[in-house]
């Protein structure tokens, strides 16, 4: 299996421009998870989707960030507009099941200058 | 005040020594207990998992401890490798909703 499939890995963008992340979680898994590390504030967990809905979306930091999940197999983080303080990597996560082993991916570094 | 407090945020040991990670946590219900291994530059991997009736849970060389009357959880690194060297992370997951609280992390480095 090839693992939690994230992309861009990288995106550099200027302030006020759109940002999307894509995360194909492993197959099979029926929860995924978007969270977003900084050094100040270490691992914060954004939404969390099972069987494709949303469950938790309380750390969502505000509305300029919405999550999708439009099948089993993708999910999208969308930014619009960015800010420099959302300067950060994303994560994408799956597992079996909320409670269970989460598999992360590799991680978007986002950058918005 | 964060809810799970972790400790020493970093440590330094010799490469075959042993080390003690520390996990406290203030969550309420408890669900369960993560501990989670990060390299520099990738995403965290799941170490152990603890629900309230798992005492110790190992993995290799990770073993990690639960007391969830103190609401205190350890892990312990037996035989430090230098690929040891990671940012250690303590999640708790609280019961009935599953909201998570993350610890800031134990920054370990093996040295030679």
């Known amino acids: 299996d090839a693992g939690v499939i994230q992309s861009p890995r990288h995106e550099v963008t200027e302030m006020g421009q759109e940002v999307t992340l894509r995360c194909k979680p492993i197959s099979g898994h029926n929860s995924l998870f978007w969270y977003r590390q900084t050094m100040m504030r270490g691992l914060e967990l954004l939404i969390y989707f099972n069987n494709n809905v949303p469950i938790d979306d309380s750390g969502m930091p505000e509305d300029r960030f919405s999550a999708k999940m439009p099948n089993a197999s993708f999910s999208t983080l969308k930014i619009q507009p960015s800010e420099p303080r959302d300067s950060a990597v994303y994560f994408c996560?799956?597992?079996?099941?909320?409670?269970?082993?989460?598999?992360f991916g590799p991680g978007t570094r986002l950058l918005v200058l | 005040k964060n809810q799970v407090e972790q400790s020493p945020q970093s440590l330094i040991i010799l490469e075959g020594k042993n080390c003690t990670l520390q996990?406290?946590?203030?969550?309420?219900?408890?669900?369960?207990l993560r501990w989670y291994k990060q390299d520099t530059g990738r995403g965290p991997v799941s170490l152990t998992i603890?629900?309230?009736?798992?005492n110790t849970k190992s993995n290799g060389r990770y073993t990690a401890t639960l007391d969830a009357d103190t609401k205190q959880s350890s892990l312990h690194i037996t035989a430090s490798q230098l690929s040891d060297s990671a940012s250690y992370i303590c999640v708790v997951s609280a019961g009935g909703n599953n909201r998570l609280a993350f610890g800031k992390g134990n920054q370990v480095v093996v040295i030679p």
């Open positions: 996560a799956s597992s079996l099941g909320p409670v269970l082993a989460q598999y």
């Open positions: 603890m629900t309230f009736s798992e």
């Open positions: 996990c406290n946590y203030t969550v309420s219900p408890f669900s369960n």
